[in-house]
């Protein structure tokens, strides 16, 4: 028994650190595809078919390059900044269910590392968190002026907008009446929570948006003023481990952003096919995805004060209110 | 900014989207280079090509006006004499080496301009890479063109006082 839940435990954080490090790799070859699209281009399309090695090429050749470390600089947290950056990204997954219940020898298996923990948006909220600290830490010890306002304004930001982004997240809570992943989705069999709580979901799109510094909220790696923020000063694999964290806390936002609100792995068949599961829940991962490259294909970046004034003028009191009109509508209906 | 401005926005926002979405369906300006060349204007100065006349004969004379023109000092011309029976080029003198320093040129076509026979052109061809420095210096067997199909190679062994004049004679325009 014991010897069983290891397996399925090693096997499943195989699959969840796979999803994040292949899938932050195809998710630079998809960005830069699309991306060239809405810009009437064709992007990469040399190594290999379609350019599907490009992002091999891209890890070999950043693989060899040469690391550096200022002289100025705190070593220690500078060579720190880039794993605790990366490592929420890896591991905020484990509480996300990929599919339903499967019955495997006489077992019933979940699919999804802890998708059964009672606090499972709690750790989503605290491990995403983390991030900002490997953010802040590596502007601080690059030693840096654009490095340092990269971090400060990266922590700002992610101050501003987590409070909007946590009380957007209490809408499917109190609609589902639990903080377990597993009720969330199995609470959304009806009605997607989107469509319950489009407000909800919108400011909870936005506040991702911001989370993980994705254009029009690029702010702390802003080319033109910072030429590249918190981490101008890393090189080689550093550089990649943060390019690795920015793009797997995308997919990971998708993927919260999906079962929390999307359905999850739900929909139709899924009960009568399990495998169908995990496959609905990576279309609308990729239509997420598509989401965020078309927006940042639209939209011009914030200034830094409107930024600032948007969340805790308009997101912070939009989601207030949210909380609020939830709450009584449930009471009053009785959910 | 009042609170309120980016909601009242939020269509054009909208719109800006959609603006974005609609030019993934137009096809791609890219040109797919190695394979596929994107023609150059008529006027555009590439690499030098040394003309000929129909006959075969050298346009150029080996007067060295070019190497006198050229502002970056690229173009290094030495003459010989010409005889009707080993004939380059009409007139007296031709180019026993004509050699041109891709390195230095700056492909202002000066030297079209200072030419008195019209035997130097900036032509269409861009594609000048080269890994060693060896390799810039463009010789006259590089930069001549082939020679016309009812044309003779050069040297020519023509019968005497047929090419005597260097310059070809000017029509005047009508």
């Known amino acids: 028994m014991i010897a069983a839940n290891l397996l399925e435990w090693g096997l499943e954080s195989i699959v969840i650190i796979l999803i994040i490090v292949g899938g932050f790799a195809y998710l630079t070859l998809f960005e830069r595809r699309v991306l060239a699209r809405f810009q009437v281009r064709i992007g990469p399309n040399r190594a290999g078919p379609w350019g599907l090695l490009q992002p091999v090429a891209d890890g070999v050749k950043l693989i060899f390059k040469e690391e550096l470390i200022p002289a100025q600089a705190d070593k220690l947290l500078f060579i720190l900044a880039p794993v605790i950056t990366v490592l929420p990204a890896l591991i905020i997954l484990a509480v996300i269910p990929l599919g339903p219940r499967v019955q495997v020898g006489g077992q019933s298996i979940s699919l999804g590392l802890a998708s059964n923990v009672n606090v499972g948006v709690l750790y989503i909220l605290a491990v995403a968190s983390i991030a900002v600290y490997g953010i802040v830490i590596a502007g601080w010890s690059s030693s840096n002026k654009y490095a340092l306002m990269g971090g400060l304004r990266s922590s700002a930001q992610m101050v501003s907008y987590e409070l909007a982004l946590g009380l957007s997240v209490i809408g499917p809570i109190i609609l589902a009446g639990s903080m377990g992943i597993d009720e969330i989705v199995a609470g959304q069999r009806g009605l997607w929570y989107a469509i319950l709580q489009p407000l909800g979901f919108l400011i909870f799109f936005i506040a991702t948006v911001a989370e993980v510094n994705r254009s029009p909220f690029d702010m702390p790696e802003a080319e033109q003023e910072l030429t590249a923020g918190y981490h101008v000063e890393y090189s080689g694999m550093k550089f990649a481990l943060f390019f690795m964290a920015e793009y797997g806390k995308m997919i990971a936002v998708s993927f919260i952003g999906v079962t929390l609100f999307l359905g999850g792995y739900l929909g139709p068949y899924v009960d009568r096919f399990w495998w169908l599961g995990p496959i609905y829940l990576v279309i609308k991962v990729v239509v997420m995805l598509f989401l965020l490259v078309w927006i940042r294909a639209t939209l011009p970046r914030f200034r830094y004060d409107r930024l600032m004034a948007f969340g805790w003028k308009i997101l912070l009191p939009l989601s207030l209110l949210n909380v609020l009109v939830t709450a009584v509508v449930v009471v009053l209906v009785g959910g | ?174």
């Open chain 2, 1 to 174: 900014m009042k609170p309120l401005e980016i909601l009242r926005r939020l269509p054009e926002i909208l719109r800006g989207l959609w603006t974005v979405f609609k030019s993934i369906f137009e096809p791609p300006v890219t040109y797919q280079y190695p394979e596929v060349k994107r023609p150059v204007r008529e006027r555009f100065k590439g690499r030098h090509e040394l003309k000929r006349y129909e006959n075969g004969l050298e346009k150029c004379i080996g007067c060295a006006l070019c190497a006198a023109a050229c502002p970056a000092d690229a173009i290094f011309v030495e003459a010989s004499e010409n005889t009707d029976e080993t004939r380059f080029s009409p007139g007296e003198r031709y180019a026993s080496t004509y050699e041109i320093n891709m390195l230095r040129c700056i492909f202002c076509g000066y030297c079209e301009d200072a030419c008195p026979t019209e035997a130097i052109v900036l032509e269409h061809n861009y594609e000048l890479s080269f890994t060693n420095r060896r390799d810039a210096i463009y010789t006259k067997e590089m930069l001549i063109v082939p020679v016309p199909e009812n044309g003779k190679p050069t040297p020519q062994h023509v019968p005497s006082g047929a090419f005597n004049r260097s310059i070809p004679e000017m029509k005047d325009l009508v």
